[in-house]
């Protein structure tokens, strides 16, 4: 605090007699020297007011320090969206069972018709709000560069809560993550977060919480490394396998794996065309175990790759044409909401890759300001092994279709109102099928 300099009085009276002797005054020394305490009295009380007033200031900043809610110099934000959702879904080959699909398209979730008797198709109505979210983020300046945070809540895939009377649902961790940018060009990121591999810019913008089935879609635990176009990331692994079990196929999901996923991604512009390449490698692994869980009796490890190519090209109209495509023996988990698995044990123990794919494309038109559309085309298959290398092969999926087809209305800055058409097809190794035709209408406001 600056220190306030102490006032006299004698600059100030050889100041007023020199304006009194400047102006001829005949005033007696008496007067002059009455003026002169005058003076000298009102300036004591200004600097005693001056002093209550520094201290009153000391003490507010004090308080201010102990209810702030940040640290000083911490640039603080909140936002997020408030979206409500109407679906109205046709199963034609029955009740899926499984709530979630009712929820946004889960690809793997669609119903196919039975292998045995016949099956009629179901329809339902879900009205949500479960897709709000919101978010909290932080930036630090320091000597060393900015420092940021983010943490960010949703409501979806909660199992507390029911339709019955209060329709409350518990939030779940989407993204938690601190970033050090210490270059203009350089960071590290650590936290939760989506995975390095999936440029998700170039996700259309449907109202479906997801959308196209062949869509890389990934959020988990990483660090990453960012240098110019360039990224680098050691991300959480998880292997997700079918297996043999009495003469079926079943899944089991490990956490067998010593390696971390590793991901490089480079990311790249042309004009108004902004795209990204992105590599993965993954090591698979499972272990079973003695009952008491003290020693294998069985395990095994096996690497597979994935590469994806993603962009979005803008127009001047504010129109944008976006793209992916993926390839690789153990995409997996990362496909489609696990639309396939990682691959399968086969009957000697070993672990077996499988080569998947997806892609879609979009186009997004904007009328005019006021509405847009918009149209995603999308594709997904895995080369599965045959009966003779994994006994009954049924019931894997070989491939899945989907199409998207909305209108909004733009009122307002940051809110929609509109309609989606969603189609989606799944397709099973043994030639069972099941389709999905789905009407949404969503409102949309973020702040």
Same mark, same amino acid.
């Given at each position: 605090m ?7 009085a ?6 007023v007699l020199?304006?009194?002797?400047s102006?001829?005054?005949?005033a007696?020394n ?26 009153a ?10 209810? $702030?809610?940040? %640290?000083?110099g911490t ?16 199963y034609?080959e029955g009740?899926?069972?499984n $709530?979630?699909i009712?929820?946004f398209l889960?690809?793997?979730? #669609? ?13 339902d ?7 709000? $979210?919101?978010y909290f ?5 320091t000597?060393?560069?900015? #420092? ?10 909660s199992?507390?809560?029911d339709?019955r ?8 961790? %989407? ?12 960071? #590290? ?5 989506w995975?390095?591999f &999936?440029?998700?810019?170039a996700?259309?913008d ?10 890389? &879609?990934?959020?988990?635990?990483l660090? %990453? ?12 692994p998880a ?5 043999v ?10 956490d067998?794996? =010593? ?5 490089? %991604?480079?990311?790249?512009k ?6 990204? &390449? ?5 090591e698979?692994? @499972?272990?079973?175990r003695?009952? *008491?869980?003290?020693?294998?009796v069985?395990?095994?490890? !096996?690497?597979?790759?994935?590469? *994806? +190519?993603a962009?979005?090209w ?6 944008? +044409? ?11 988990? @990362? ?13 000697d123990g070993?672990? !077996? ?5 997806g ?17 995603v ?5 895995? =080369?599965?092994p ?6 009954d092969? =049924?019931?894997?999926n ?7 087809l909305n209108l ?8 929609s ?10 397709e099973?190794e ?6 999905? @035709? ?10």
């Amino acid at each position: 605090m600056r220190t306030i300099r102490a006032f006299t009085a004698k600059p100030v009276a050889a100041a007023v007699l020199a304006a009194l002797a400047s102006s001829g005054s005949m005033a007696s020394n008496h007067d002059v020297e009455g003026r002169i305490a005058e003076l000298e009295r009102q300036l004591a009380e200004l600097k005693t007011m001056m002093a209550t007033n520094t201290a009153a200031i000391e003490s507010n900043a004090e308080e201010i320090e102990v209810v $702030r809610p940040i %640290r000083k110099g911490t640039e603080f934000k909140y936002g997020g969206y408030v979206q409500l959702d109407s679906l109205t879904t046709d199963y034609e080959e029955g009740d899926p069972g499984n $709530r979630l699909i009712d929820d946004f398209l889960v690809p793997s979730l #669609i119903p196919v018709e039975p292998k045995e008797g016949s099956s009629d198709n179901f329809v339902d109505t879900n009205i949500h709000a479960k897709s709000s $979210r919101f978010y909290f983020t932080t930036a630090t300046p320091t000597d060393v560069g900015t #420092i940021s945070s983010r943490v960010e809540l949703d409501f979806m895939l909660s199992r507390n809560g029911d339709e019955r009377i209060s329709n409350s649902w518990n939030s779940r961790i %989407r993204h938690a993550f601190v970033k050090w940018q210490y270059a203009d060009d350089a960071s #590290i990121l650590a936290g939760q977060t989506w995975s390095t591999f &999936f440029n998700v810019a170039a996700l259309p913008d449907t109202f479906d919480f997801v959308g196209p089935v062949g869509t890389i &879609f990934d959020r988990q635990p990483l660090v %990453r490394w960012t240098k110019g176009p360039w990224q680098f990331a050691i991300e959480n692994p998880a292997t997700r396998l079918n297996e043999v079990n009495g003469g079926l196929p079943g899944i089991r999901l490990d956490d067998a794996e =010593d390696l971390p996923d590793i991901v490089a %991604r480079y990311n790249g512009k042309a004009g108004n065309l902004a795209w990204s &390449f992105a590599a993965i490698g993954r090591e698979l692994g @499972y272990e079973d175990r003695s009952v *008491s869980n003290s020693f294998k009796v069985d395990s095994d490890e !096996e690497f597979g790759y994935g590469l *994806s +190519l993603a962009g979005k090209w803008s127009f001047d109209n504010k129109d944008d +044409l976006r793209f992916m495509a993926s390839y690789g023996s153990a995409l997996g988990r @990362y496909l489609g909401l696990n639309s396939f698995n990682d691959g399968y044990i086969a009957d000697d123990g070993s672990i !077996e890759t499988i080569d998947q794919w997806g892609a879609f494309v979009s186009y997004q038109h904007y009328w005019n300001p006021k509405w847009r559309s918009l149209l995603v085309l999308s594709a997904s298959g895995a =080369d599965n092994p045959s009966e003779s290398e994994f006994m009954d092969t =049924d019931s894997l999926n070989e491939s899945y279709q989907s199409v998207h087809l909305n209108l909004a209305y733009l009122p307002a800055p940051r809110m929609s109102i509109g309609g989606e058409l969603i189609y989606a097809h799944r397709e099973l190794e043994d030639g069972r099928e099941g389709d999905l @035709y789905r009407i949404q209408f969503a409102i949309k406001h973020a702040f």
